[in-house]
């Protein structure tokens, strides 16, 4: 076991369960813990499983060795695979591990049956995720379940805090560290007029924008149900959804039906989001559930006014009338007025967006999240000292 003096680094490794072909929340706050550690106090390692389903390496394993990070893959024979509970604990050994930072169910389970054959510490990042099958919901019985014996769990908002010691996790095993970007990426003179001609925008138009994984939860059907009614209103809007997932031909189908696919812009999974928000004149993220999403802070960084979903960690983030607009959920009336009163009223717009970009520069900076983690190894390796 290491310890948290200075001539020793604390060696880290973050076990990530990740997707199949793209980055998402929980992916790239692990990346961006990585990539901000303090390189002379920590030795980190990144971690992926390989789906047996995928043919191409992780993406977030792609993008990690960009930065030179040191990473592993564990390639799994099935969904879950005991065999990587021995390749796990023989990568821990390795790499001489101290901490073991699992993000998602899957590394959750993985970490734990490993942690059990060897002396390495404990974390989870629960992100929060929305269990809507049977099947999910018995797998986020398990997560939960085992979470109350990890030596720390971090919620990233103070919700996701609240839900967990609802579900019997010791409050002293509990911190609430909340998601951080680095702003800098979001430029707000980034290439507009280029990109509105890439996705065929007009250039008069007045853009809304989504961006995030197309699930059920992310209520993308009530902004499409919100555009059929200002398309009556107001001809000269275009409205952008990016991103993946499992209803996004559902919603594709549901624009047809709704007589907008000459409005609505379906891009699929871009990695260049900024540039994206660039083109946006208002971000909206109607979700039924969330934590503390990196794409709300990332369309705040980059000046863009919000309309969101009053849920979990956003109005930790957005305040009504100040920093962005706050809906109820599903409520497609409330959504249409907002926007509405953004497209009708720059002024208020861009006071909007220029007290969000303030905010979470001021707020949610990754170097920040990134220590207050730091932070947290240190403690959790002093409590196993004597003397301590």
Same mark, same amino acid.
């Given at each position: 076991?290491?310890?948290?003096?200075?001539?020793?680094?604390?060696?880290?490794?973050?076990?990530? !369960?990740?997707?199949?072909?793209?980055? #998402? %929340?929980?992916?790239?706050? +692990? /990346? $961006? /813990?990585?990539?901000?550690?303090? &390189?002379?106090?920590?030795?980190?390692? /990144?971690?992926?499983?390989?789906?047996?389903?995928?043919?191409?390496?992780?993406?977030?394993?792609?993008? $990690?060795?960009?930065? %030179?990070?040191?990473?592993?893959?564990?390639?799994?024979?099935?969904?879950?695979?005991?065999?990587?509970?021995?390749?796990?604990?023989?990568?821990?050994?390795?790499?001489?591990?101290?901490?073991?930072?699992?993000?998602?169910?899957?590394?959750?389970?993985?970490?734990?049956?490993?942690?059990?054959?060897?002396?390495?510490?404990?974390?989870?990042?629960?992100?929060?995720?929305?269990?809507?099958?049977?099947?999910?919901?018995? #797998?986020?019985?398990?997560?939960?379940?085992?979470?109350?014996?990890?030596?720390?769990?971090?919620?990233?908002?103070?919700?996701? #805090?609240?839900?967990?010691?609802?579900?019997?996790?010791?409050?002293?095993?509990?911190?609430?560290?909340?998601?951080?970007?680095?702003?800098?990426?979001?430029?707000?003179?980034?290439?507009?007029?280029?990109?509105?001609?890439?996705?065929?925008? &007009?250039?008069?138009?007045?853009?809304?924008?989504?961006?995030?994984?197309?699930?059920?939860?992310?209520?993308?059907?009530?902004?499409?149900?919100?555009?059929?009614?200002?398309?009556?209103?107001?001809?000269?809007?275009?409205?952008?959804?990016? %991103?993946?997932?499992?209803?996004?031909?559902?919603?594709?189908?549901? +624009? &047809?039906?709704?007589?907008?696919?000459?409005?609505?812009?379906?891009?699929?999974?871009?990695?260049?989001?900024?540039?994206?928000?660039?083109?946006?004149?208002?971000?909206?993220?109607?979700?039924? !559930?969330?934590?503390?999403?990196? $794409?709300?802070?990332?369309?705040? $960084?980059? %000046?863009?006014?919000?309309? +969101?979903?009053?849920?979990?960690?956003?109005?930790?983030?957005?305040?009504?009338?100040?920093?962005?607009?706050?809906?109820?959920?599903?409520?497609?009336?409330?959504?249409?007025?907002?926007?509405?009163?953004?497209?009708?009223?720059?002024?208020?717009?861009?006071?909007?967006?220029?007290?969000?970009? &303030?905010?979470?520069?001021?707020?949610?900076?990754?170097?920040? !999240?990134?220590?207050?983690?730091?932070?947290? #190894?240190?403690?959790?390796?002093?409590?196993?000292?004597?003397?301590?």
């Amino acid at each position: 076991m290491g310890n948290v003096n200075q001539q020793n680094k604390i060696r880290v490794m973050h076990l990530v !369960t990740g997707w199949l072909d793209k980055i #998402y %929340g929980g992916e790239a706050v +692990a /990346l $961006a /813990l990585v990539r901000k550690a303090d &390189k002379d106090k920590f030795y980190c390692v /990144l971690i992926c499983f390989k789906d047996p389903r995928a043919d191409a390496p992780p993406p977030l394993i792609v993008e $990690a060795k960009k930065s %030179g990070i040191a990473t592993e893959v564990i390639y799994l024979k099935w969904r879950f695979g005991i065999c990587a509970v021995f390749r796990l604990r023989k990568l821990l050994r390795e790499h001489n591990i101290d901490i073991l930072h699992c993000h998602g169910y899957k590394a959750d389970v993985i970490g734990f049956l490993t942690s059990k054959l060897t002396k390495v510490r404990l974390v989870s990042t629960y992100h929060g995720w929305w269990p809507d099958t049977l099947k999910l919901k018995f #797998y986020d019985f398990i997560d939960t379940s085992i979470l109350k014996f990890f030596d720390r769990v971090v919620a990233v908002s103070s919700q996701i #805090y609240g839900n967990l010691v609802k579900r019997k996790i010791n409050p002293s095993k509990l911190e609430v560290i909340q998601n951080g970007i680095d702003v800098s990426h979001f430029d707000m003179k980034a290439e507009r007029e280029g990109v509105r001609k890439e996705l065929g925008i &007009k250039k008069e138009d007045f853009v809304i924008g989504s961006v995030g994984r197309l699930s059920s939860e992310k209520g993308i059907t009530y902004l499409l149900e919100a555009a059929s009614k200002i398309k009556v209103k107001k001809r000269d809007v275009s409205f952008v959804i990016v %991103g993946e997932g499992d209803v996004k031909n559902n919603l594709i189908d549901y +624009a &047809k039906e709704l007589n907008i696919s000459d409005k609505v812009i379906f891009t699929g999974y871009r990695e260049d989001v900024d540039k994206i928000f660039s083109v946006l004149d208002v971000f909206v993220m109607p979700s039924l !559930t969330e934590g503390l999403p990196l $794409a709300l802070l990332e369309a705040m $960084a980059a %000046g863009k006014p919000v309309v +969101a979903s009053n849920v979990g960690g956003i109005p930790t983030v957005i305040e009504h009338g100040k920093t962005g607009i706050l809906v109820e959920s599903r409520n497609v009336a409330e959504i249409e007025k907002a926007i509405l009163n953004l497209v009708n009223d720059r002024h208020y717009s861009d006071a909007l967006a220029e007290n969000a970009r &303030k905010f979470v520069e001021n707020n949610f900076s990754i170097t920040a !999240t990134t220590k207050r983690y730091e932070e947290l #190894y240190i403690k959790l390796l002093r409590e196993n000292q004597p003397n301590a």
